[in-house]
């Protein structure tokens, strides 16, 4: 059984920082591409960034520059730091797991930033 386990969200002030982490178990992690997507209410879900095996990186251009994807795959866990958080990055996040073919999902942290 995957399980996938958000923690880290909460409201902060525009400017500020949060940084989300997502414990995975029952999974090939180190092998596995690990995502955050987000969305908000009336909102596609997107992706804000992914980060490959070989540790290789990709950003939602909304976010270039300001959040950091990382992965430590000692403890199965992916980070996504969040810095210089704007309003509009006020969303749910999903931490996503990619071992091969198939989807897992984290059941979602609130991040909501006020301005």
């Known amino acids: 059984q995957v399980q996938l386990v958000e923690s880290g969200g909460g409201l902060v002030q525009a400017g500020g920082s949060l940084r989300l982490s997502c414990a995975a178990s029952?999974?090939?992690?180190?092998?596995?591409?690990m995502g955050w997507y987000r969305q908000a209410p009336g909102k596609q879900r997107e992706l804000v960034a992914s980060?490959?095996?070989?540790?290789?990186?990709n950003y939602a251009d909304s976010v270039k520059g300001r959040f950091t994807i990382s992965r430590d795959n000692a403890k199965n866990t992916v980070y996504l730091q969040m810095n210089s958080l704007k309003p509009e990055d006020t969303a749910v996040y999903y931490c996503?797991?990619?071992?091969?073919?198939?989807?897992?999902w984290g059941q979602g942290t609130q991040v909501t930033v006020s301005s």
């Open positions: 029952g999974v090939l992690f180190s092998v596995s591409v």
């Open positions: 980060i490959t095996s070989d540790v290789r990186t």
């Open positions: 996503n797991c990619k071992p091969w073919a198939r989807d897992y």
